[in-house]
Nanobody, 116 residues
Framework: QVQLVESGGGLVQAGGSLRLSCAAS????????MGWYRQAPGKQRELVAA???????NYADSVKGRFTISRDNAKNTVYLQMNSLKPEDTAVYYC??????????WGRGTQVTVSS
C-alpha cells in the first residue's frame, strides 16, 4: 500500500512564502504524474500544479509566476514552493501521485493559511 505524507503547511502573512513537501512511501515501482490540489472552505477542490515524470510542469492560472512545482524521483517526493502568497491561497493542500499504474494516491492534506 502506498502512503503520501504532506508537510510544510502553516500560517504566513500575505506576501510571504511556504514550501510544501509530499513524500510517497510503500511498494513503489513507478510514479508518473505528481501534483497538488487545494480546497478552500465552501469551494470545490482545484488543481494548483502538476508535474510529469519527465519534469514538465503545469500550473493553474491563479498561481503562475508565484508557485513552482518540482520533484525528486530518487526520493519519491514532490515539492511546491509558494511565493508572494495571498489570502485567497488559504486552503487545505492535497498532494497526489500516480503510482504503479494504479491511478492517483492522495495525501491527507496540509493547511495553508495566509493572513492579510
Amino acid at each position: 500500500q502506498v502512503q503520501l505524507v504532506e508537510s510544510g503547511g502553516g500560517l504566513v502573512q500575505a506576501g510571504g512564502s511556504l514550501r510544501l513537501s509530499c513524500a510517497a512511501s510503500g511498494i513503489i515501482f513507478r510514479i508518473d504524474d505528481m501534483g497538488w490540489y487545494r480546497q478552500a472552505p465552501g469551494k470545490q477542490r482545484e488543481l494548483v500544479a502538476a508535474i510529469t515524470r519527465g519534469d514538465s510542469p503545469n500550473y493553474a492560472d491563479s498561481v503562475k509566476g508565484r508557485f513552482t512545482i518540482s520533484r525528486d524521483n530518487a526520493k519519491n517526493t514532490v515539492y511546491l514552493q509558494m511565493n508572494s502568497l495571498k489570502p485567497e491561497d488559504t486552503a487545505v493542500y492535497y498532494c497526489y501521485a500516480e503510482v504503479n499504474f494504479r491511478g492517483a494516491s492522495w495525501g491527507r492534506g496540509t493547511q495553508v493559511t495566509v493572513s492579510s
